[in-house]
C-alpha cells in the first residue's frame, strides 16, 4: 500500500459526459501528479500541483483540468469525453516539489463508450 | 517522438538467472533516471534511481547502470525471483524536474 488513494478504481461512462477523479495523497506529502497510461503506452505526465498551487503542466488537453484543494487533496476533470480518453490515470505524490521517487496509487481506469 | 525508449516489450528468464532490461534516451538533459516496478492492477513503484554524476547504483539484487555517452541505462536483477515478474518502466527527468518521461514498459516473467 503506497498510502495514495485513488476513486473510484473503475469508471465506465459514455462520449460527451464529464467525469471527476479524486486522489488523496500520502499524508505529509505536497504534491500530487496526474498521468495516463493509454493501452500500450508509458506513462504520459498530465499536471502536477504543489501545496495547491499548478506546479508543471504536461500534455493535459484543454478538455482536463485538475485542482489541488486545501487539505491537499486532487482532484483531475475530464470533459467532452470521447473514445481516446479511455485510459488509466495514475495519481502520485511526493513529499516536495520535484518528482523523484513519487509514490503511485493504483489508478483510475476510465473507459468512455 | 519518444525520448525515452524501451525497445523489449517482454523477457523471459529462468529463477536465479540474470534479468537485464534496457532503456534509451534521446534528450541529453536528461538528468536523473529512475526504475519502476508495476504489478497488474497496483500502481508503479519506485525502485532504484541514478544521477547522471554516477555510473552505477545498486541496491540489494537491484543494480542500474548508466552510460551516458551511450544514452543508454540498464537495470539487472541477479538472482531473478518469481516475484520479480511485473512491468518494469524506465523514466528520466532533467536536473530532478518536476516532469518524469516513462518509457513504455518491459513485462519481465521469472520462470520458477
Known amino acids: 500500500d503506497s498510502g495514495v488513494t485513488q476513486t473510484p478504481k473503475h469508471l465506465i461512462t459514455a462520449t460527451g459526459q464529464r467525469v471527476t477523479l479524486r486522489c488523496s495523497p500520502r499524508s505529509g506529502d505536497l504534491s500530487v501528479y496526474w498521468y495516463q497510461q493509454s493501452l500500450d503506452q508509458g506513462l504520459q505526465f498530465l499536471i502536477q500541483?504543489?501545496?495547491?498551487?499548478?506546479?508543471a503542466k504536461g500534455n493535459i488537453l484543454e478538455r482536463f483540468s485538475a485542482q489541488q484543494f486545501p487539505d491537499l487533496h486532487s482532484e483531475l476533470n475530464l470533459s467532452s469525453l470521447e473514445l481516446g480518453d479511455s485510459a488509466l490515470y495514475f495519481c502520485?505524490?511526493?513529499?516536495?516539489?520535484?518528482?523523484?521517487?513519487?509514490?503511485f496509487g493504483q489508478g483510475t481506469r476510465l473507459t468512455v463508450v | 517522438d519518444q525520448q525515452v525508449k524501451q525497445n523489449s516489450p517482454s523477457l523471459s528468464v529462468q529463477e536465479g538467472r540474470i534479468s537485464i532490461l534496457n532503456c534509451d534516451y534521446t534528450?541529453?538533459?536528461?538528468?536523473?533516471f529512475l526504475w519502476y516496478k508495476k504489478y497488474p492492477a497496483e500502481g508503479p513503484t519506485f525502485l532504484i534511481s541514478?544521477?547522471?554524476?554516477?555510473d552505477k547504483n545498486e541496491d540489494g539484487r537491484f543494480t542500474v547502470f548508466l552510460n551516458k555517452s551511450a544514452k543508454h541505462l540498464s537495470l539487472h536483477i541477479v538472482p531473478s525471483q518469481p516475484g520479480d515478474s511485473a512491468v518494469y518502466f524506465c523514466a528520466a527527468s532533467p536536473v530532478r524536474s518536476e516532469k518524469l518521461v516513462f518509457g513504455k514498459g518491459t513485462k519481465l516473467t521469472v520462470n520458477p
Open positions: 534528450n541529453s538533459m536528461f538528468d536523473y
Open positions: 502520485a505524490s511526493s513529499v516536495g516539489a520535484l518528482n523523484t521517487e513519487a509514490f
Open positions: 500541483y504543489y501545496n495547491g498551487e499548478e506546479r
Open positions: 541514478i544521477s547522471s554524476i554516477k
